[in-house]
T-cell receptor, first 120, second 114 residues
Framework: AQKVTQAQTEISVVEKEDVTLDCVYE???????LFWYKQPPSGELVFLIR??????QNEISGRYSWNFQKSTSSFNFTITASQVVDSAVYFC?????????????????FGKGTHLIIQP | EAGVTQSPTHLIKTRGQQATLRCSPI?????VYWYQQALGLGLQFLLW???????NRGNFPPRFSGRQFPNYSSELNVNALELEDSALYLC?????????????FGPGTRLTVL
């Protein structure tokens, strides 16, 4: 079975601080994808990034960066120079192959989310 | 391009009733997923439809069911509602089935069971 753990339930920082959101995953599959989604107060999940299990390159997109380490089964997300608009719940998710298996879910397996509060 | 749409926005039912939630995917997307986001339980996968067929379901009882229509829109039905069914139900669509396809989410339907 798959599992995603986001140990940080809530993080509060002051604007302009850097913040890292942790994500640890478990799967026996060798082929999988990891995702980060953002859920602002409006409720709609917004896709941020996707990473496949064979690509351990870190990625940077503006103030956002992601660190994928298979050795520790982690896919951490860092926001540099945080802004109030970054306040949201952030979810890490895992996708594994299981099409038609009826066993595991082919849908995304989500972590419980980290509520990020950026104070002005 | 229009995103994923869901209706209604809010739905209030009483215990034992049935609820029907609707979802229209992004044009060209054939896969539709349903998720339940209940307080304290996080986002849980409910059902996946692709090309009109139910492809897989999560760990939910049979009173959660649905279907996908020829135009790829989808309906989620929850029978014999229980208080713990109160949650935000999110629909997502993706461009066919591929492990790495991102899922695009709708705004959700807030179901309240009294």
């Amino acid at each position: 079975a798959q599992k995603v753990t986001q140990a940080q339930t809530e993080i509060s920082v002051v604007e302009k601080e850097d913040v890292t959101l942790d994500c640890v995953y478990e799967t026996r599959d060798t082929t999988y994808y990891l995702f980060w989604y953002k859920q602002p107060p409006s409720g709609e999940l917004v896709f941020l990034i996707r990473r496949n299990s064979f690509d351990e390159q870190n990625e940077i997109s503006g103030r956002y960066s992601w660190n994928f380490q298979k050795s520790t089964s982690s896919f951490n997300f860092t926001i540099t120079a945080s802004q109030v608009v970054d306040s949201a719940v952030y979810f890490c998710a895992l996708s594994v192959s299981g099409r038609g298996s009826g066993g595991g879910a082919d849908g995304l397996t989500f972590g419980k989310g980290t509520h990020l509060i950026i104070q002005p | 391009e229009a995103g994923v749409t869901q209706s209604p926005t809010h739905l209030i039912k009483t215990r034992g009733q049935q609820a029907t939630l609707r979802c229209s995917p992004i044009s060209g997307h054939t896969s539709v997923y349903w998720y339940q986001q209940a307080l304290g339980l996080g986002l849980q996968f409910l059902l996946w439809y692709d090309e009109g067929e139910e492809r897989n379901r999560g760990n939910f009882p049979p009173r959660f069911s649905g279907r996908q229509f020829p135009n790829y829109s989808s309906e989620l039905n929850v029978n014999a509602l229980e208080l713990e069914d109160s949650a935000l139900y999110l629909c997502a669509s993706s461009l066919g089935y591929s492990l790495g396809n991102e899922q695009f989410f709708g705004p959700g339907t807030r179901l309240t069971v009294l």
